[in-house]
T-cell receptor
């Protein structure tokens, strides 16, 4: 039973560029959440998708956008990259309407030069 | 802001029990307590969760006080591989928009 998978594992971009990160949820899960984790800090919630729509959003600018596909996989897009966007981006999946725990992938390490 | 407070760091001797405390004095009646850990360069790993009763699984035990204002995660026989940052999270709703604090950095010493 595959868990949450994310790609790529590492990515290097320069300021001003755009990036797309991908996530496949754990089998049986229909909800995907994205988190940003800066070095030395806990993860911060970016947004959550289910039924192919953004349902909740944290305190992140519109440069951060996402998408969920009919197979429940998801993408995180970040435009006009800033140095401060350097972080580990984590995807978590869960089953909507339950208190069952979220399962996290190992993240994409994004470095902005 | 996170609804939980945890010590910044703790040490534990290998083979001994590790007891990690968490305060969540403003927890609501329908909120669960979740524990995750994060080993360097990996995503957070689910450990255990509970509502009001004590819970045990193959990884750990969770003790929640009767008033639900605090809890303790117990790793019964800590190993070097248990060295990690441990996060205590109170879930606000079915939506599970987790709010992480800085967690407790547990160092298991040989």
């Amino acid at each position: 039973d595959a868990g949450v998978t994310q790609s790529p594992t590492h990515l290097i971009k320069t300021r001003g560029q755009q990036v797309t990160l991908r996530c496949s949820p754990k089998s049986g899960h229909d909800t995907v959440s994205w988190y940003q984790q800066a070095l030395g800090q806990g993860p911060q919630f970016i947004f959550q998708y289910y039924e192919e729509e953004e349902r909740q959003r944290g305190n992140f600018p519109d440069r951060f956008s996402g998408h969920q596909f009919p197979n429940y996989s998801s993408e995180l897009n970040v435009n006009a990259l800033l140095l401060g966007d350097s972080a580990l981006y984590l995807c978590a999946s869960s089953l909507r309407g339950t208190y069952q725990p979220q399962h996290f992938g190992d993240g994409t390490r994004l470095s902005i030069l | 802001d996170a609804k939980t407070t945890q010590p910044t760091s703790m040490d534990c001797a290998e083979g001994r029990a590790a007891n990690l405390p968490c305060n969540h004095s403003t927890i609501s009646g329908n909120e669960y307590v979740y524990w995750y850990r994060q080993i360097h360069s990996q995503g957070p790993q689910y450990i255990i969760h509970g509502l009001k009763n004590n819970e045990t699984n193959e990884m750990a035990s969770l003790i929640i006080t009767e008033d639900r204002k605090s809890s303790t995660l117990i790793l019964p026989h800590a190993t070097l591989r248990d060295t990690a940052v441990y996060y205590c999270i109170v879930s606000p709703s079915y939506g599970q928009n987790f709010v992480f604090g800085p967690g407790t950095r547990l160092s298991v010493l040989p």
